[in-house]
């Protein structure tokens, strides 16, 4: 409980600093990048978007959910091993992203061009639109969400899947889209999210290691 307060606290102390300290500067400064920057970082950033993880999960779980039905003994087993992996990957990525939408909705942020075009930059609540979306950021949400899931189910790769997401994270900077706090948020709601799935699946018995580690068809 102790660790857990300490955590909370010095995140918000992290993000306090970041909202008073460093996301003006940080937006004036990104607004300047070459264009070749910002045009990579428009493809890059295109890894975050929901859909293009959640279609491919979900069209692998009616796959295996129907392979299963129809598979007996120990290919039923193996396939259902598969099935609990890919669910939760999906969960922990649907999951975490309704989680960032409901609080964007309450915060109404204005995102950073609002800032450089009419100097608007802190929450105006339940304010809707696009451009009021800006934390926390949702692509970092789902980077995070998704190399978590999968490196719960994959240990070896965790870091290497959580350094890759970070690194796609960062285009929400380059492209204008978000500040750094918003980015560092959406990371935190992956977490806050991913954690207490995992602890689920692995006491329902869907995750077959007191520890996550699963290679499926092993």
């Not at 909705?105 to 929450?123: D, Q, T, Y």
């Not at 992956?190 to 996550?212: E, K, Q, S």
Request: aromatic share 10%; hydrophobic share 55%; glycine share 10%.
């Amino acid at each position: 409980m102790r660790r857990s307060i300490l955590i909370l606290a010095g995140f918000l102390a992290l993000e306090a600093g970041l909202m008073l300290w460093v996301d003006r500067p940080f937006a004036l400064w990104a607004a300047q990048l070459p264009h070749w920057v910002t045009a990579v970082s428009h493809h890059l950033t295109r890894a975050g978007d929901s859909l293009y993880s959640l279609v491919p999960l979900g069209l692998a779980a009616l796959a295996l959910t129907t392979a299963r039905a129809q598979a007996e003994g120990t290919q039923r087993e193996r396939l259902g091993r598969w099935l609990g992996a890919v669910a939760f990957v999906f969960l922990a990525v649907a999951l975490s992203g309704l989680a960032v939408d409901g609080v964007k909705a309450v915060v109404g942020r204005p995102r950073p061009i609002l800032f450089l075009s009419e100097g608007a930059m802190w929450p105006q609540p339940f304010h809707m639109g696009f451009r009021y979306y800006s934390f926390p950021s949702g692509h970092a949400d789902t980077l995070v969400a998704l190399a978590l899931s999968i490196g719960i189910l994959w240990p070896r790769h965790r870091r290497a899947l959580v350094g890759l997401a970070l690194a796609l994270a960062t285009t929400r900077l380059w492209v204008g889209a978000h500040y750094p706090s918003d980015v560092v948020a959406g990371a935190a709601v992956a977490v806050l999210t991913t954690r207490p799935l995992r602890d689920l699946f692995i006491r329902r018995g869907w995750l077959p290691a007191p520890n996550g580690a699963m290679v499926p068809g092993r």
